[in-house]
């Protein structure tokens, strides 16, 4: 690193330490919408392009003139992944900084923190990460609502697939938290439901880096498809360890989620032939106009392509603007109403729209397949469209199934 | 849950080795540290982490993972050269909790300065050509670059035995452990070898780091975990015990992947077992001596 570089980096760093990351408008009187995520942790890429996200949304808001002529102000909160740090982070949003709306969290159970304080304040609370709970008895709230997809929705439309182009004989390796486990209970019933074999399936500890301990019985079992929940950080090392035990060669790898942050961290050596579903890649700029503006707004800034989990934070800013904007008033309650009874809504990938009854977002996602490094176009094509999947309600439980039917 | 080949198990019992071996080198480092200082150094996670990021650091001004893996862990050791002599020494002959709480806010400060040096986001580092690859043992395939960390752990480990044994720095360190006031009384300033010993103490972790990189990558938290297991390690081989480190590191590495092959449920808490199993029957550890503590 040149001296240069490094004092740049931590001038930068120290800068942000010292300033936390706030948008701010010009002018007094803002919509303040309060944002906590994991900056710091396994997950800090992810909470990142969250943040990207969030910011891109709400200057493209404001260069419009903001909503009923006041101007957007996201504030962002370390929740440091840990269900009481959201906690407090979101009551301070709520209480201390006044903000009517919250958007963010990353991981279920820091999601289900921040719920149980929004649903106290009675405050407008889009999640906009995967949980199967949040759009669930008992946590879903009147004003919930989940913006992400979700563990049913993923492996359902993911483990189908999967079953039925790369082999019917699977092992499971799971982060042992409620992601981790929602997806493998339910690929485990979509697998059953397709006839093909558990081979076996094993948990490990979210969060840690080394996986060998895991591999020798894997590779004993011989299955044709290992799927793995390897969230965040962990993706990369399980990844890494795995093609150094050879197992790439001996079965095909699958998983419910491409991150783009990991897919740029690990690199097509890593990702070439693992499969995934994503909700949203960049790529799709050439399919969808929504895709393109939203691709080329946050390029303009960052200087590089959105992720799939800045998407939705970008469409849940949009999501609290619409609702202001159809309610005409800056109120939780209202706005909420006033998008249940307006539910389509198309930001960045295609009609999507919210089922009334879990206040839950239904849209399309993808299955893909990472590129080998010869075959990408330019430094971020690390992934190629094999399939879509069109949105749709009945890849989720019913609301009957959720209880708040 | 016994219906497994013995190929299985043989490639599991040496992954666990691999596994070991790093619990090893920072247990050592630990334990000397502690043994002649008796300082419990809470930093150390912190220079594990180090060890991994100057390595990516030296990788990426030199292009070779062989000076990155030479000069990573001498400059940690210049680092911990640097921490000893400035902030633990003046708290010799105080409260034994001070440099304990010294060094572990020196450890929240390190994992926050890597947070901003090289970000929140993880790195990735690469083992060179010649080590990618997995070999053939006739059982299993296995990768080569594990092999690697096992033969190079045991080259100095082994290095580290014939120092202390047999050189005279060796021999001042050790009486140095035994009974300070006797080797002050003989003339040694022993305030030099506190400083040594530190800082190999400090490479050594540094070593681990930057061995451990290419297999887990490298973060800023990556220290926080494996000096909890570490101090496991140490107290299960017995605090001082250079022999005590090697043997419970390579045991805490075996109880960790036998446990997440038959129950991976268990891996998380099975090493805590073993300790309590062990401070039961051997309150001073597998090979540590009676009364270090007091």
């Known amino acids: ?405 | 849950v016994f219906d497994v080949s013995a190929a299985a198990l043989a490639a599991q019992l040496f992954t666990g080795l691999v596994l070991g071996m790093i619990f090893v080198l920072l247990a050592i480092g630990l334990s000397l540290i502690f043994g002649l200082m008796t300082v419990v150094n809470f930093a150390h996670g912190s220079f594990y982490m180090l060890g991994a990021y100057f390595g990516f650091v030296l990788l990426g001004l030199t292009g070779s993972f062989w000076v990155a893996l030479a000069f990573a862990p001498l400059a940690v050791g210049v680092f911990g050269l640097f921490v000893e002599r400035v902030l633990i020494r003046p708290l010799y002959g105080r409260n034994p909790d001070d440099p304990l709480l010294l060094t572990f806010g020196l450890s929240l400060v390190l994992v926050e300065a890597a947070r901003v040096i090289w970000g929140k986001i993880g790195l990735t580092l690469d083992p060179p050509a010649a080590l990618a690859g997995a070999v053939d043992l006739g059982f299993t395939w296995f990768p080569t670059y594990r092999l690697f960390v096992i033969a190079v752990t045991v080259v100095v480990v082994v290095a580290l035995w014939v120092f202390l044994k047999r050189s005279n720095v060796g021999l001042v360190i050790r009486a140095g452990s035994r009974d300070p006031l006797m080797v002050t009384a003989l003339g040694i300033d022993l305030r030099r070898i506190w400083l040594l010993v530190f800082g190999i103490g400090s490479a050594l972790a540094g070593l681990a780091g930057i061995l451990a990189g290419p297999m887990r990558g490298a973060y800023a938290e990556m220290g926080v975990t494996m000096i909890i297991e570490s101090f496991v390690v140490v107290v299960v081989g017995g605090m001082g015990s250079l022999l005590g480190a090697v043997v419970a590191g390579l045991l805490i590495g075996e109880v960790v992947s036998l446990t997440t092959f038959f129950a991976p449920k268990l891996s998380d808490i099975a090493v805590f077992g073993v300790m309590a199993v062990v401070l039961l029957l051997r309150p001073s550890g597998l090979f540590g001596e009676a009364g270090l503590m007091e």
């Open chain 1, 1 to 405: 690193m040149q001296r240069r570089t490094f004092l740049r980096t931590t001038a930068v760093g120290a800068a942000t330490l010292a300033f936390p990351a706030i948008v701010r408008a010009q002018g007094g009187d803002t919509i303040k919408i309060g944002f906590p995520g994991p900056t710091t942790g396994p997950f800090g890429a992810l909470a990142k392009d969250q943040q990207q996200g969030a910011i891109v949304a709400v200057e493209e808001l404001n260069a419009r003139g903001g909503v009923l002529g006041r101007k957007l102000e996201v504030l962002f909160r370390d929740d440091e992944l840990k269900p009481a740090v959201g906690a407090q982070r979101t009551k301070e949003l709520i209480e201390n900084e006044k903000c009517e709306f919250i958007v963010g969290g990353l991981a279920a159970h820091v999601q289900m923190a921040i719920n149980e304080q929004t649903k106290a304040a009675k405050k407008l609370f889009i999640s906009v990460s995967q949980s199967d709970e949040i759009s669930a008895k008992p946590d879903l709230g009147p004003l919930t609502f989940h913006e992400a997809l979700n563990p049913t929705i993923t492996s359902r439309a993911v483990g189908t697939w999967v079953s039925q182009n790369l082999g019917k004989k699977w092992w499971i390796l799971y982060a042992d938290y409620a992601w981790g486990k929602q997806n493998t209970a339910v690929l485990t019933d979509v697998l059953k439901k397709q006839g093909g074999t558990l081979l076996g399936s094993t948990p490990y500890p979210l969060g840690n880096p080394e996986f060998s301990a895991h591999l020798p019985r894997i590779i004993d079992a011989r299955p044709e498809v290992l799927v793995t929940m390897t969230p965040g950080a962990d993706n990369i090392a399980f990844l890494k360890q795995a093609i150094s035990y050879g197992m790439k060669k001996q079965m095909k790898i699958a998983q419910p989620l491409h991150w783009l942050p990991q897919l740029k961290q690990g690199g097509p050596d890593l990702y070439s032939d693992i499969f995934a579903g994503i909700s949203f890649s960049w790529q799709l700029e050439d399919q969808i106009p929504e895709a393109k503006n939203y691709v080329q707004l946050y390029r303009k800034k960052y200087n590089e392509p959105p992720g799939d989990y800045g998407a939705y934070a970008y469409s849940a800013i949009h999501e609290v603007a619409r609702g202001i904007t159809l309610a005409k008033a800056v109120n939780s309650d209202a706005v909420a109403s006033a998008l249940l009874a307006n539910p389509t809504y198309n930001h960045y990938k295609g009609k999507q729209w919210w089922r009334t009854c879990d206040h839950k977002a239904f849209q399309d996602l993808w299955i893909v397949k990472g590129r080998e490094r010869s075959k990408m176009k330019g430094d971020w094509d690390f992934v190629e469209i094999v399939q879509k999947v069109p949105a749709s309600e009945s890849l989720d439980r019913t609301c009957a199934e959720k209880g708040v039917a």
